[in-house]
């Protein structure tokens, strides 16, 4: 088991290492302690996955405008006026996912690439969201949907987009945000599903109530912080 590697997109680690990241990231009563710490440097759980404020599971109002501050990506006023905008557009895509269809599943049947084109297009559209890319509005949605909508920054896009033959996403200046998370979550699913055992080992280093999408990002953001990570996004962040 020592020796097993677990691979997200065209990078890996050794599992015992992912298995501590995993134990580490996720230790609210660790992360409470290092928030009154001195110099302490509290991870985001359970904060950002268990935070309050009062929306249903199809409604996303200011609070969850502002998550992600908590994941260290702080949406500007303008960003939020923007948000706001296009919140109806965001909830009805919340709408037409299932509470309970996870990514691997939507991707066997064939249903995951219009809500994710969905969220994307919002991006591509010909009056764009000033201050909001890819990363802000992943970090807001994948709260609502977390067993559906992959987390998005640039260390994944690290982990997952590259020029060598073993990364699954080629650059491509010319990709459009919708193009490029419909790649995104066919990329993760074929991760997951190609690599059962790794995953259902650090899912059981997790709490129950952490899903695949969002261990398989603390892998990725560890892999993507490291030496040599390309950090920059297909489009504006």
Same mark, same amino acid.
């Given at each position: 088991?020592?020796?097993?590697?677990? %691979?997200?997109?065209?990078?890996?680690?050794?599992?015992?290492?992912?298995?501590?990241?995993?134990?580490? =990231?996720?230790? /609210?009563?660790?992360?409470? /302690?290092?928030?009154?710490?001195? #110099?302490?440097?509290? =991870?985001?759980?359970?904060?950002?996955d268990r935070m309050e404020t009062g929306s249903g599971p199809n409604e996303l109002n200011d609070g969850d405008l502002l998550a992600p501050v908590l994941l260290n990506v702080t949406p500007k *006023?303008?960003?939020?006026?923007? *948000?706001?905008?296009?919140?109806?557009?965001?909830e009805a895509v919340l709408e037409a996912i299932p509470p309970g269809l996870t990514l691997r599943d939507a991707v066997a049947s064939g249903v995951h690439a219009e809500p994710l084109r969905r969220?994307?297009? *919002?991006?591509?559209?010909?009056?764009?969201? %000033?201050?909001?890319?890819?990363?802000?509005?992943? #970090?807001?949605?994948? &709260? #609502? &949907?977390?067993?559906?909508?992959?987390?998005?920054?640039?260390?994944? =896009?690290?982990?997952?987009?590259?020029?060598?033959?073993? =990364?699954?996403?080629?650059?491509?200046?010319? &990709?459009?945000? /919708?193009?490029?998370?419909?790649?995104?979550?066919?990329?993760?699913? %074929?991760?997951?599903?190609?690599?059962?055992?790794?995953?259902?080992?650090?899912?059981?280093?997790?709490?129950?109530?952490?899903?695949?999408? &969002?261990?398989?990002?603390?892998? /990725?953001?560890?892999?993507?912080?490291?030496?040599?990570?390309?950090?920059?996004?297909? *489009?504006?962040?």
């Amino acid at each position: 088991m020592s020796g097993q590697i677990v %691979r997200v997109g065209g990078r890996s680690v050794v599992l015992d290492q992912a298995k501590q990241w995993i134990r580490q =990231y996720f230790d /609210a009563e660790a992360n409470r /302690a290092a928030a009154v710490a001195a #110099k302490g440097r509290p =991870y985001a759980f359970p904060v950002y996955d268990r935070m309050e404020t009062g929306s249903g599971p199809n409604e996303l109002n200011d609070g969850d405008l502002l998550a992600p501050v908590l994941l260290n990506v702080t949406p500007k *006023l303008h960003a939020v006026l923007n *948000l706001q905008a296009v919140r109806p557009a965001l909830e009805a895509v919340l709408e037409a996912i299932p509470p309970g269809l996870t990514l691997r599943d939507a991707v066997a049947s064939g249903v995951h690439a219009e809500p994710l084109r969905r969220i994307g297009g *919002l991006l591509d559209g010909p009056a764009p969201l %000033r201050g909001v890319g890819g990363t802000i509005l992943m #970090k807001i949605m994948h &709260r #609502k &949907r977390p067993l559906f909508l992959p987390l998005y920054d640039t260390q994944v =896009y690290a982990c997952y987009c590259g020029s060598g033959d073993q =990364y699954p996403i080629k650059k491509s200046p010319q &990709r459009t945000w /919708a193009q490029f998370f419909q790649l995104l979550g066919d990329a993760v699913a %074929r991760d997951l599903d190609e690599q059962p055992d790794p995953w259902k080992t650090l899912m059981g280093c997790a709490p129950d109530d952490v899903s695949e999408l &969002r261990v398989l990002d603390v892998v /990725a953001w560890n892999l993507g912080s490291g030496t040599g990570a390309h950090t920059t996004e297909p *489009l504006s962040s």
